[in-house]
């Protein structure tokens, strides 16, 4: 038995169907990742730290080739402050069609300047507390991939 079946999780392999057929993965271009970022309300920006990785639920907004989030003081801002890399994603499933699709950007963290601009975008806080600073992490690299519906997939 190996190590991974003793923990209880599933062997490693390429995706599979609803009825065991190796599903399709579609690579996205850089217009569609932009597309589903556009659509999505939420993602999970992932903070390189010391330890392991911090990982943050986040409401966002896409400008131009970057994710913007308002944010108040902590980790996030910090992290911006310092300039450091980030990671971000969107994720999307649909368990009955056994479909999904996700989006990856990774880059830099900046600490915005709050601004007319900045305050009118379509960005408000859904967590408590004071919330009036911005973020940018700009989309050095993108990349998303995706199950589609189609034959095997039901």
């Not at 996030?76 to 996700?102: N, P």
């Not at 900046?110 to 007319?116: D, F």
Request: glycine fraction near 12%.
């Amino acid at each position: 038995m190996t190590t991974s079946a003793k923990a209880g999780t599933a062997k490693s392999g390429p995706p599979r169907a609803a009825h065991g057929e190796p599903a399709e993965v579609e690579t996205l271009s850089r217009e569609e990742c932009l597309q589903i970022l556009r659509d999505s309300p939420t993602g999970c920006l992932a903070l390189a730290t010391d330890g392991a990785p911090k990982l943050r639920p986040v409401n966002f907004v896409v400008d131009d080739w970057s994710i913007i989030v308002r944010t108040g003081e902590g980790q996030i801002l910090d992290a911006a402050l310092e300039g450091r890399h980030a990671a971000f994603q969107v994720l999307g499933t649909d368990g009955f069609e056994h479909t999904g699709a996700s989006v990856n950007v990774a880059g830099k963290l900046e600490a915005l300047e709050t601004n007319e601009f900045l305050l009118g975008l379509p960005l408000r806080p859904w967590a408590s507390g004071q919330r009036d600073r911005f973020v940018r992490l700009s989309a050095a690299q993108i990349s998303g991939r995706r199950i589609p519906t189609g034959r095997g997939n039901r």
